[in-house]
């Protein structure tokens, strides 16, 4: 936040852009779309593309705009606020979903184990290392399948902030060119 003071009076500039959030409204809604009818919506999964370009914007963002001096400071304050923002909502959807799940469906196994792989951001690598494909009728049945893209949006939660620190975008130095012979 920056402090701007105007005539003995403080205002505070957030760094909130509500325009962020209208395109991420807009790549969720084209999904849903697409996810109800393909044919009104053929190409509604671009939109998970979109959605994938704005996270790495917001994170990017959040992490210069957070520099720190240390590297510890810096991974644990990036950590600390990801994990506070996403498993609380995760945890409850997961555990509320798996019990739904058993008193409905006969044979719960592979969606259970999806939802336990969601927890862990490796959802996508479950499903990928079963074979399934996304767009059979059979992941239609697996209501844990969606969260493919939030293992996804996590490993790259997991490798990005290193880049950001190594790279000398998110630790307060400038850049520094290094020529390896």
Avoid at 51 to 70: A, C, E, M
Avoid at 115 to 125: I, T
Wanted: glycine residues 6%.
């Amino acid at each position: 936040m920056s402090i701007d003071i105007k005539e003995n009076k403080l205002s505070i500039k957030s760094r909130y852009r509500p325009e962020i959030d209208g395109l991420r409204a807009f790549a969720v809604v084209a999904v849903i779309i697409n996810h109800f009818n393909k044919e009104i919506l053929p190409g509604g999964y671009l939109a998970v593309d979109i959605f994938f370009v704005i996270s790495g914007f917001v994170i990017t963002s959040s992490l210069y705009q957070r520099p720190s001096k240390n590297f510890k400071d810096f991974i644990s304050g990036f950590y600390e606020r990801r994990i506070k923002r996403l498993v609380p909502a995760l945890s409850i959807f997961v555990l509320i979903t798996s019990i739904l799940i058993c008193l409905f469906d006969a044979n719960p196994g592979f969606s259970l184990r999806t939802g336990l792989a969601s927890l862990f951001g490796l959802s996508n690598l479950y499903l990928l290392n079963e074979s399934t494909n996304y767009f059979a009728q059979s992941t239609d049945l697996n209501v844990f399948a969606h969260t493919w893209s939030l293992g996804v949006e996590e490993q790259f939660y997991f490798l990005f902030p290193f880049v950001i620190w190594f790279s000398g975008f998110g630790n307060n130095t400038k850049m520094v060119s290094v020529i390896f012979f």
